[in-house]
T-cell receptor, first 111, second 114 residues
Framework: EAGVAQSPRYKIIEKRQSVAFWCNPI?????LYWYQQILGQGPKLLIQ????????DSQLPKDRFSAERLKGVDSTLKIQPAKLEDSAVYLC?????????FGPGTRLTVT | AQSVTQPDIHITVSEGASLELRCNYS??????LFWYVQSPGQGLQLLLK??????LVQGIKGFEAEFKRSQSSFNLRKPSVHWSDAAEYFC????????????FGAGTRLTVKP
């Protein structure tokens, strides 16, 4: 069974630029999550989708972050404009029956 | 909302020694509880989980954890640590509702001495 796929694996941008991350979940998983993991911290949930609907986006900085999952399968997370404090690893996870399976993450560096 | 505390930021053990990593949670009902391991540059791998039933759960790589409701704890244990166990360990608590909203602790970094 293929795992959660994410791209790109690494991205370096300057502050005020925009960036997008892509995630393809495990086939059949209705729930998809985006997390932000700052160096030295645990992952923080940004947004949770159930199929193509948003279940929880209470911790998403909506002035600069957006996410979509239009067809209920893959998802994109966008940051526009980026700030220095957005430097982190962005993890995508998919799940069912209470479990979550994580992708390898995208490491974003904002300079 | 639920929350997790991992009191130990960094632990060093000798190879072959036993290990216990602490995790305390806050949640108003019986939560879902998880332990994940993260090696440098890697994603998170699920070690074990507790949803209900037997409070001692077995996971992969020889790990086990015990849910103690009275102490709001879910400590991770391994009887004999291997050098390959060196990694970051995260405890997480999920709300057992539709979608499993999950919160992670700050992590415990494990160093294994030869």
């Amino acid at each position: 069974e293929a795992g959660v796929a994410q791209s790109p694996r690494y991205k370096i941008i300057e502050k005020r630029q925009s960036v997008a991350f892509w995630c393809n979940p495990i086939s059949g998983h209705a729930t998809l999550y985006w997390y932000q993991q700052i160096l030295g911290q645990g992952p923080k949930l940004l947004i949770q989708f159930q199929n193509n609907g948003v279940v929880d986006d209470s911790q998403l900085p909506k002035d600069r972050f957006s996410a979509e999952r239009l067809k209920g399968v893959d998802s994109t997370l966008k940051i526009q404009p980026a700030k220095l404090e957005d430097s982190a690893v962005y993890l995508c996870a998919s799940g069912q029956s209470g479990e979550q399976y994580f992708g390898p993450g995208t490491r974003l560096t904002v300079t | 909302a639920q929350s997790v505390t991992q009191p130990d930021i960094h632990i060093t053990v000798s190879e072959g020694a036993s290990l216990e990593l602490r995790c305390n949670y806050s949640y108003g009902a019986t939560p879902y509880l998880f332990w994940y391991v993260q090696s440098p540059g890697q994603g998170l791998q699920l070690l074990l989980k507790y949803f209900s039933g037997d409070t001692l759960v077995q996971g992969i790589k020889g790990f086990e954890a015990e849910f103690k409701r009275s102490q709001s704890s879910f400590n991770l244990r391994k009887p004999s640590v291997h050098w390959s166990d060196a990694a970051e360990y995260f405890c997480a608590v999920g709300a057992p509702r539709f979608g499993n909203d999950m919160r992670f602790g700050a992590g415990t970094r494990l160093t294994v001495k030869p």
